[in-house]
T-cell receptor, first 117, second 112 residues
Framework: GAVVSQHPSWVICKSGTSVKIECRSL??????MFWYRQFPKQSLMLMAT?????????EQGVEKDKFLINHASLTLSTLTVTSAHPEDSSFYIC?????????????FGPGTRLTVT | QKEVEQNSGPLSVPEGAIASLNCTYS??????FFWYRQYSGKSPELIMS??SNGDKEDGRFTAQLNKASQYVSLLIRDSQPSDSATYLC????????????WGLGTSLAVNP
């Protein structure tokens, strides 16, 4: 299967600072990537769809000014959590879509665990 | 009605048994279906995809799709304790919006 990486795997930051998370498709080009958030013992929550060369599409209730997404190339999307607060502490996971046999399959990165103190 | 439904479990099976996980979906025009495995604290891992009615086998895993009844299932043969995880069903609905619709997952516990 396709390989997706994320960096960093974990980060601790102080309240009010910004954190950038990178998502890379290593062996394929991804015109579309997705950003999810998952709180402990809860289900995946899609935050936004990241499209190469255009603006991201955010899910209802997700603040676009707080969660900045940039998809500048076919292999890289970044998520910046601006002015982070403790309630933003969560597991952030990206995924990338690969075309396989005429249909798309979605592969996940290993996730980034964010702790805001 | 939720778009993709799964029993939350936990589903508990003894080691060596067959684990059967089920998923139903509401949009009859859905085109592709996926099973992901998620271990606690880790990200989801794609284990099976299926697009056509019938069975698809990969090692100990078999995915079954019945579009008429709008369900997709995952069978795990010879279950191992390492199979203990949450299994997520995801469905690709029709149309140009390729956002997967996710079930909430079924927790599987394989007891040694």
């Amino acid at each position: 299967g396709a390989v997706v990486s994320q960096h960093p795997s974990w980060v601790i930051c102080k309240s009010g600072t910004s954190v950038k998370i990178e998502c890379r498709s290593l062996d394929f080009q991804a015109t579309t990537m997705f950003w999810y958030r998952q709180f402990p013992k809860q289900s995946l929550m899609l935050m936004a769809t990241s499209n190469e060369g255009s603006k991201a599409t955010y899910e209802q209730g997700v603040e676009k000014d707080k969660f900045l997404i940039n998809h500048a190339s076919l292999t890289l999307s970044t998520l910046t959590v601006t002015s982070a607060h403790p309630e933003d502490s969560s597991f952030y996971i990206c995924s990338a879509r690969e075309l396989a046999g005429g249909l798309y399959e979605q592969y996940f990165g290993p996730g980034t665990r964010l702790t805001v103190t | 009605q939720k778009e993709v439904e799964q029993n939350s479990g936990p589903l508990s099976v003894p080691e060596g048994a067959i684990a059967s996980l089920n998923c139903t979906y509401s949009d009859r025009g859905s085109q592709s279906f996926f099973w992901y495995r998620q271990y606690s604290g880790k990200s989801p891992e794609l284990i099976m995809s299926i697009y056509s009615n019938g069975d698809k086998e990969d090692g100990r895993f078999t995915a079954q799709l019945n579009k008429a009844s709008q369900y997709v299932s995952l069978l795990i043969r010879d279950s191992q304790p390492s199979d203990s995880a949450t299994y997520l069903c995801a469905v690709n609905p029709p149309g140009n919006n390729r956002k997967l619709i996710w079930g909430l997952g079924t927790s599987l516990a394989v007891n040694p």
